[in-house]
């Protein structure tokens, strides 16, 4: 699908349950005319792998993600030989042959009949797609350094096989929470955007939208809590699905108002840790207020 102006994208992201912004719609809007990778940035829970994975239906593309965790490396992130699939071929070689050629049994085996695609290669090679490589700042330096090729060019070089590009460039956007600072060089070949927690209003608009069963009120007062929450010293901030936890949570107590007793039943669904459960307990009154 091909959208004209930031406006028509916010439109087509609405379609499919995503409230973005002006600036996130016209972020992502510049990263898609532009052909360049989005750099989302932002505290957890601001909506950051939602835009990639809301860009993907409202564009029609396949969404191709890679989570990054510690230590991820080329065999979890581009590609592996199948090894057992490689061994088998070469044992069948030499059974059907009493003069082997090493050479062309060596070549045979770097083909692409044995390159399992791990998600970035499967991104260049079924492109158009969305690529989502998710809390990049929960990789290494060495891994950054690893992804500057496939930014730069849409391709990426396996060195038994030669060079793979895409035939027509990914959608990429990168996500972090910020617990490290990422490498200015890969900042560099980016297009960036800071997520802020949405405003009031859009809050309720997104409570609205993703559980119709929620009245005005419930998710004005979700959303008013959750909001007074943030600004507290909490180890976890609750962001857009923590909300959206306690606005069915609700619901699903049959709770048409947030009130003391019942957002004391239900803080688990959005504070993750008995610190933070402590300390707003001891402030519930001011939260609801």
């Known amino acids: 699908m091909k959208v004209n102006s930031p406006e028509e994208l916010a439109t087509e992201l609405d379609r499919v349950g995503y409230l973005a912004d002006e600036g996130v719609a016209t972020a992502a809007f510049l990263a898609l005319r532009m052909q360049r990778p989005l750099f989302c940035e932002g505290e ?9 994975v809301s860009l993907s239906e409202a564009l029609g593309l396949p969404l191709v993600r890679l989570q990054c965790h510690e230590g ?4 979890q992130a581009l590609y592996e030989w199948d090894f057992p699939r490689q061994l088998l071929h070469l044992r069948a070689l030499e059974a059907g042959s009493e003069h082997l050629d090493v050479d062309a049994a060596e070549q045979s085996l770097f083909t692409e009949r044995f390159l399992l695609a791990r998600p970035l290669l499967r991104a260049l090679k079924e492109s158009p797609c969305v690529l989502l490589v998710d809390e990049i700042d929960r990789a290494d330096d060495e891994f950054e350094a690893f992804l500057l090729q496939l930014l730069d060019e849409n391709a990426v070089t396996i060195p038994e096989f030669g060079e793979i590009r895409a035939a027509r460039p990914p959608l990429v956007l990168l996500t972090s929470n910020r617990t ?5 060089a890969l900042k560099r070949r980016c297009l960036y955007h800071w997520l802020e927690h949405p405003d ?5 608009a997104i409570l609205r939208r993703r559980l119709p069963g929620v009245g005005e009120r419930l998710a004005t007062q979700v959303a008013a ?23 069915q949570a609700l619901l699903t107590l049959n709770r048409s108002e947030l009130d003391a007793e019942a957002a004391a039943r239900t803080l688990g669904a959005v504070l993750k840790y008995s610190e933070d459960l402590d300390r707003v307990r001891a402030k519930l009154d001011t939260v609801l207020s």
């Open 180 to 184: 490290r600072e990422v490498h200015d």
């Open 72 to 75: 991820i490396d080329a065999a």
């Open 225 to 247: 809590a959750v909001r007074r929450l943030r600004e507290l010293e909490l180890l976890k901030p609750p962001g857009i699905a923590e909300s959206l936890d306690w606005a």
């Open 44 to 52: 957890p829970g601001t909506g950051k792998t939602s835009l990639a």
């Open 200 to 204: 009031l209003a859009r809050e309720v």
